[in-house]
């Protein structure tokens, strides 16, 4: 029931953790653009994959770890909000500790 994502400590069960935070680059998506869903989920994927490749060391589908991406709304791009988040998880299962540090 909650809406937002809450933080845990890496030690407690948790079902996402985050391996990078990053803002769209005016490269992929100019400044001023409007609010396009589907232009701003493949830039945040992307971005996503390759941090995943660069962090853990394998490609994202090579592993068992599945990619979960928060972006911006079309009312924060309105303000201005560029920021993204790639979070980590695997399916139907908790991570305990720093599942992107292992390398798995």
């Known amino acids: 029931g909650l809406d ?5 400590d890496c030690g407690e069960p948790h079902d996402l953790q ?10 992929a998506i100019a400044d001023g653009a409007p609010f396009d869903a589907d232009a ?4 945040t994927a992307a971005g996503c994959r390759a941090e995943f ?4 060391g394998v490609d994202a589908d090579a592993s068992e770890f599945a990619i979960a991406v928060t972006r911006p ?3 924060t791009w309105a303000d201005g909000d560029r920021r993204f ?9 908790w991570l305990v500790g720093d599942a992107a540090g292992s390398g798995q």
């Open 4 to 8: 937002e994502l809450q933080p845990v």
């Open 18 to 27: 985050r391996f990078a935070v990053a803002e769209i680059g005016t490269d």
């Open 40 to 43: 701003i989920a493949g830039v």
């Open 53 to 56: 490749e660069r962090f853990v």
């Open 73 to 75: 709304s079309a009312e």
């Open 85 to 93: 988040q790639c979070l980590l998880g695997v399916e139907d299962a």
